[in-house]
């Protein structure tokens, strides 16, 4: 089983909808991240989350919420869709109090906003 | 804020080939990482390097950090179509990365 899970895998929604895509881990990671990627533009981060009560805003959170339920669920909310939008997002994890940064990614949403 | 720029932006080899990618920052690297994405799925996790001088390499891949710790480059002997796919640097700190835009790598037999 995939230690770090992402539902749904492909999302097509219209201008304006809200949409919610979640992230599950059975890592044991404290932190967890979303990131979205463009093609030409790499992966940015958008929301990152040390623990349940510790939410940060990454370099391009405007449009986006995040919802931290428990340890092992990271949701990313779209609260009125745009088409620019548009992008594969990823949801990653990694443990804190090591001397470096690994992080563990899911398999990625691809959401399309028409 | 630091920023990583790779090159080439793209690459196509012949099986069998030798290539390399660099990923070069903006500001002094304290840890750099290397990350494989298959086309349209996530990211796995390659090496890390942190030291100036520092080389690590895994099965045919082999990564380096510049003594200066401002640029790494990413070497594949004798590439495999297995070796296809986007490989993206990422720097940072212990709280969070950045990324380079990737390299894409084709492989034909």
């Known amino acids: 089983d995939a230690d770090v899970t992402q539902t749904p895998r492909n999302r097509i929604t219209k201008t304006g909808k809200r949409i919610m895509l979640e992230c599950s881990q059975t890592?044991?990671?404290?932190?967890m991240y979303w990131y979205r990627q463009d093609p030409g533009l790499g992966l940015r981060l958008i929301y990152y989350s040390f623990d349940v009560k510790d939410i940060n805003k990454g370099e391009i959170s405007d449009g986006y919420s995040v919802s931290r339920q428990a340890q092992a669920k990271f949701s990313l909310s779209l609260e009125s869709a745009i088409p620019n939008q548009t992008a594969l997002y990823f949801c990653?994890?990694?443990?804190?109090?090591?001397?470096?940064?690994?992080?563990?990614f899911g398999p990625g949403t691809r959401l399309t906003v028409l | 804020s630091q920023e990583l720029e790779q090159s080439p932006q793209s690459l196509i080899v012949q099986e069998g080939k030798n290539l390399t990618i660099n990923c070069t920052s903006s500001k002094t690297l304290y840890g750099l990482y290397w990350y494989k994405q298959k086309y349209g799925e996530g990211l796995i996790f390659l090496m890390m390097l942190q030291k100036g001088g520092e080389e690590k390499s895994h099965e045919k891949i082999t990564a380096k950090l510049d003594e200066k710790k401002q640029q790494s480059s990413l070497h594949i002997t004798a590439s495999q179509p297995s070796h296809a796919g986007i490989y993206l640097c990422?720097?940072?700190?212990?709280?969070?990365?950045?990324f380079g835009t990737g390299t894409r790598l084709q492989v034909f037999p």
């Open positions: 990653a994890t990694s443990l804190s109090g090591r001397d470096y940064n690994e992080q563990f």
């Open positions: 890592k044991g990671h404290d932190r």
């Open positions: 990422g720097a940072g700190n212990t709280d969070k990365l950045i």
